[in-house]
């Protein structure tokens, strides 16, 4: 499967992705301040979301916060334009809370319809069977302030997904309705590897020899992609 980056910007509204800024800006969540505390609170709260959602526990990948980090640290509050599914937000007080804005996306979701939408592609590629792995960095841009660097505001906060989620087609087979709150299996219990079976994941676009849209969302602007 190849992948050809290509350029659809549309607007999306900036106001959901980055909030008013904390008042209190002077204590540093220790999400952001420690590594370890980063990884972990990016784990915990997207494998809740995912086992909510019976999609398998993602693992850390070090390649994809690598890659998080170089994108992070220009400031630059716009998609990447990368191989792997991303999510951004900039703003929030601490990571718990800006993936909490991704996954707080499913309130709007159709999952009858299961199609792609600017206001719910955080959420399905947070939740997206067939992505088993994440890697995420922070940078402390201060965008637009003084002193700052580039227009992300506050903490901005970079996830690259592996492999990619929010292919066009897949939505149904990826994007599950929650479970009730017995169903949902403990982090201990659920499985970290498996993703939907790769004969039910074959994009159908490409079955038939033509594109097949693949779409990344982040924070504020939507760019496309396309499977070839
Ligand atoms: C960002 O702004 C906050 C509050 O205005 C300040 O405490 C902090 O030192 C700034 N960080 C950087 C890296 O400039
Ligand atoms: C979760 O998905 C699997 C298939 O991957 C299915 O067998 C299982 O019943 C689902 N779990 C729940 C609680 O719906
Ligand atoms: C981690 O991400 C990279 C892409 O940056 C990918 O090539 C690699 O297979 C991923 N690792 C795992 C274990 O999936
Ligand atoms: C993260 O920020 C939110 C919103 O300000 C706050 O309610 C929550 O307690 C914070 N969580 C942590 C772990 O700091
Ligand atoms: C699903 O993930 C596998 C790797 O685990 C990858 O080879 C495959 O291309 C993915 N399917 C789609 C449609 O992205």
């Not at 505390?37 to 019976?54: G, I, M, P």
């Not at 997904?161 to 309705?177: A, C, K, R, S």
Request: glycine share 8%; aromatic share 10%.
């Amino acid at each position: 499967m190849r992948f050809a980056p290509s350029l659809l910007v549309l607007s999306v509204p900036l106001a959901h992705a980055i909030p008013q800024l904390s008042q209190d800006s002077a204590s540093v969540s220790a999400e952001y301040a420690n590594d370890d505390t980063f990884e972990k609170a990016v784990l915990d709260v997207t494998n809740l979301y995912r086992r909510q959602h019976n999609a398998s526990q993602l693992a850390w990948n070090e390649s994809l916060v690598e890659y998080a980090k170089d994108w992070s640290e220009d400031c630059e509050f716009k998609h990447s334009g990368g191989p792997s599914g991303e999510n951004l937000a900039s703003g929030y007080p601490n990571v718990t809370a800006s993936i909490e804005a991704w996954g707080n996306e499913r309130d709007d979701y159709d999952f009858d319809k299961g199609e792609f939408a600017s206001k719910t592609g955080h959420f399905t590629q947070l939740v997206w069977r067939n992505t088993s792995t994440v890697g995420c960095a922070r940078t402390e841009c201060n965008g637009s302030q003084k002193g700052g660097k580039g227009d992300a505001p506050g903490w901005y906060v970079v996830c690259e997904y592996y492999p990619t989620g929010n292919v066009i087609g897949q939505f149904t087979d990826n994007v599950l309705e929650q479970l009730p709150d017995d169903k949902v299996p403990s982090a201990s219990d659920a499985p970290t590897t498996t993703g939907v079976p790769s004969a039910t994941a074959t994009p159908q676009g490409m079955a038939s020899g033509t594109k097949t849209n693949m779409v990344t969302l982040f924070g504020a602007v939507l760019l496309g992609a396309l499977w070839v």
